[in-house]
Structure formats: structure tokens, C-alpha cells
């Protein structure tokens, strides 16, 4: 099948529009950034548009970007040694781009190979000047746009994005106020010497070809889930805890019909953002990575029925006596995670993005119509996003091509 035809028309860097005080210059990383893996964190929001040309839409989104950026300053700056982000104003890497075909040919049956082609960088490239946020806009010729963005996950979270993205769509609707962010979160959890504690912030990552697949559940779908037995204890799960523990349990049920995995344990590690569950909650526009990582186990000789009981006592734990620990140094907790690789234990990770206002984002000519991720740099990991009515969820995930296979057809079973 040929590939999209888009065309790249231009490159820049997109600056402050007022430069960073000398006070503001060096932010230090946080404990919970000096861990973050460093990669680029993929989303693209497609718009429907027929009022505005592409020159005036181009205009707009640099002005407002350059202006939001005297806020957020960090954005602009750059990482030093995983220590501090020098904040210098080199920039925003900005790419804009025309795709020779309609929106609708690509939000219909979207294909992972042509998704990736509205992405300014892959998940493990970058600029020639290390920009930590590159924005590629896209101009379908039927008037359509996907604003195509990747956010260094070494010093933004999930709820760090959204905060950013959305204040820069007000900015460029032309609002006089935006949220102000706060950068206090390396006073929250002092940053440390990471050599000691044998945590390797690239732990996990992999350069091998991974390629992401979507199942999308529906509210139908959603029902039909949580009345097939996959949780003897919790008789009311979350969207979220279902679809975790249906792709979870067929994971471990590929992996077990394996006959060199007949005595492998198995692991869940679901991300958590701990804003609201500090004592007092940490302000939601604290800018940095505020996550925690919940676990769940399943032993070699346990039965995988009850998988959603797990994920909450897992997710539950991740409290404020976790948050105090991490906040005092403890990483005793994080250590888990590796001695599950070391072990040879079989992990899948997961991270809900749910919560997060992801289809609020108007630059002032409507809310997005999709709103997706793609190829992230992990095995075994999956992505959790809301569809567009908020009803029901959209799994990316990567697997082995078994994996997969049991997955969908179990997926297909939920009709």
C-alpha cells in the first residue's frame, strides 16, 4: 500500500517572544525527571477546517507559541546531563508540512506507518539542537489539519502536556490570561545521584522495531467487558481497570501457552499521577513529572480470573506514604521494576490518559475530531485514551504478534 504523500515546506525553531530572566535561567530536574526515561512522547490532534487558510492558521499558532513560551520557559530551553534544563530561549523545533490527501482517508482506517509521517521527530530522534518540544503541522488539501507534536518525557508529564497545549490554544484564541504553570516540583522531590541507587533513567527502552496497534472500545464494548467474569472481587471496575485487566489477561494466557513461559511470573505497572493524591494535593499546573508507578504481580502458579482486584490494590498504594518516601529519596519502591527484568518476569506497562483534557484543545476553530498516539520505544507497554464522546477507550499497545493474535480474538469475541 503506498504511503501518504506529505511534503515538508518548512523548518524552524519558534523562540520566546520575551527572554527568559536571568533568575529563571537554571531549573533543576526533579527526583521524579531524573528517572523519566528519555524519549519523545507522541500525540496528534486532527482538526476539521474550512474557514481559515493555512497562512493565517501557520501565523497564528507561531505568534501564540512564542508567546506562550515566555511562561514556559523550560519548553524552550535545553537538558543539561540530567541534572537541569538550561533555560537559553533556543527554542521550539516547528515543521510545517502539506499532505496531498483528505483527512477523512486517515482518521477512517488510520495506519500506523502513515500516522507516524505527521510526527516532527521519532520517539528516539531529535533535532540537531536537542529541542525538548517540536510541534509539525500538517495541511491535508481538503482543509483538514493535524498538529503533530513530541514532548521529551525527561521533564514533561501527561498532565504537564495538557497543561501547556491548552494554555497555548487559549493563547492563540486569543485569550488575555492563561494558566500560569509552577515549577517548584525539584523542591517537592529533591533530585539525587541516580549512580548509586542503580536505577538507569533508560531502563525498559528498546531500539527495536516496535510497531503499535489500536483496539477501540466502545460503550457497548465496555459493557459487554464487565459482564464476562474478569473480576470475581470488584463487581463495578473502571473503564480503565477493565481494559487493563482484559489485555493484561491475555497476555498472560499467550505467554503461558508458550512452553519455555509455562513458569514465568508476571507484572503490571500502570502509571499514576500523584498530584491529587498528596496530602495537601500538588497544584495540577505543576509542571514536571509527578508519576508514581503502581504494581500488580501474578506468581507462576496463580490463576489470571482476577486481575482487576490486583491493579487497584496496586494503584491504591501508590498514596501519600508512597509520595513521602519518594520525596525523603526512597526509591526502594521504583527498585521493583527492575528486579521484575532481572527475575524474568513478564511486564506490561500501562498508562491512562483518561483523566487528561485531551479533546479540549481548540485553537479556535473547533475541538479536535481524533486525538492519538503512536510508536513508543517500550515492549509490552500500553497507551489508554479516551474516544471522542468520553464514553469509551482507545488501546494502543505493542505485543509480540501472539500476543496480538490472542488479544484481538478475544477482542472480537466482545461483540
Known amino acids: 500500500m503506498d504511503m501518504l504523500n506529505v511534503e515538508i515546506i518548512s523548518k524552524e525553531m519558534i523562540k520566546p517572544f520575551l527572554p527568559t530572566p536571568d533568575h529563571l535561567k537554571n531549573l533543576k530536574l526533579s527526583l521524579l525527571d531524573q528517572l ?48 537541569y534544563i538550561d533555560c537559553n530561549d533556543a527554542g521550539i523545533y516547528f515543521v510545517e508540512a502539506r499532505v496531498h490527501a483528505g483527512l477523512d482517508q486517515v482518521i477512517k482506517d488510520p495506519r500506523m506507518e502513515e500516522l507516524q509521517q505527521f510526527l516532527p521527530v521519532e520517539p528516539l530522534g531529535q533535532t540537531d539542537d536537542n529541542a525538548i518540544f517540536s510541534v509539525k503541522i500538517n495541511f491535508f488539501d481538503c482543509g483538514g489539519i493535524a498538529i503533530g507534536v513530541c514532548f521529551s518525557h525527561k521533564i514533561i ?32 522531590f529533591p533530585p539525587t545521584t541516580l549512580a548509586a541507587s542503580g536505577i538507569n533513567a533508560s531502563f525498559g527502552i528498546t531500539k527495536d522495531k516496535i510497531m503499535m496497534k489500536r483496539l477501540v472500545f466502545n460503550k457497548e464494548k465496555l459493557a459487554k467487558l464487565k459482564q464476562v467474569g474478569i473480576s470475581s472481587e470488584v463487581k463495578n471496575p473502571t473503564k480503565v481497570e477493565a481494559v487493563s485487566a482484559f489485555i493484561w489477561h491475555y497476555m498472560i494466557e499467550a505467554a503461558r501457552a508458550k512452553s519455555d513461559m509455562k513458569n ?10 500523584l498530584r491529587p493524591r498528596a496530602i495537601p494535593p500538588i497544584p495540577g499546573h505543576a509542571f514536571g513529572n509527578c508519576c508514581g508507578a503502581a ?42 521494576w527492575i528486579d521484575f527484568y532481572k527475575n524474568g518476569t513478564e511486564v506490561c506497562t500501562f498508562s491512562s490518559w483518561c483523566r487528561f483534557p485531551i479533546y479540549e484543545v481548540d485553537f479556535g476553530w473547533g ?39 490472542m488479544l484481538e480474538t478475544h477482542y472480537k469475541q466482545l461483540n
Open 36 to 83: 523519566a526515561p528519555q524519549f519523545n512522547v507522541p500525540l496528534i490532534f486532527f482538526y476539521q477546517n474550512e474557514n481559515l487558510s493555512s497562512f493565517n492558521i501557520s501565523q497564528l499558532l507561531k505568534q501564540s507559541l512564542s508567546r506562550v513560551l515566555t511562561i514556559f520557559p523550560p519548553l524552550a530551553g535545553r537538558i543539561q546531563e540530567n541534572l
Open 157 to 188: 508529564d501527561c498532565a504537564s502536556f495538557t497543561v501547556f497545549i491548552n494554555a497555548w490554544a487559549s493563547a492563540c484564541r486569543g485569550e488575555a490570561e492563561v494558566i500560569q504553570p509552577s515549577f517548584n516540583l525539584p523542591n517537592r
Open 264 to 273: 514465568t511470573s508476571f507484572a503490571a505497572v500502570h502509571a499514576v499521577n
Open 295 to 336: 504494581f500488580a504481580f501474578l506468581s507462576q502458579t496463580e490463576d489470571s480470573c482476577d486481575l482487576v482486584s490486583k491493579l487497584r490494590s496496586g494503584i491504591r498504594e501508590t498514596n501519600d506514604n508512597y509520595i513521602k518516601k519518594l520525596q525523603n529519596g526512597d526509591l526502594s519502591h521504583l527498585s521493583k
Open 367 to 405: 475541538k479536535p475530531v481524533w486525538v492519538c498516539t503512536t510508536t513508543v520505544p517500550f515492549k509490552n507497554s500500553v497507551i489508554l485514551m479516551n474516544n471522542r464522546s468520553g464514553d469509551g477507550i482507545e488501546a494502543w499497545f505493542n505485543m509480540s504478534d501472539l500476543d496480538m493474535e
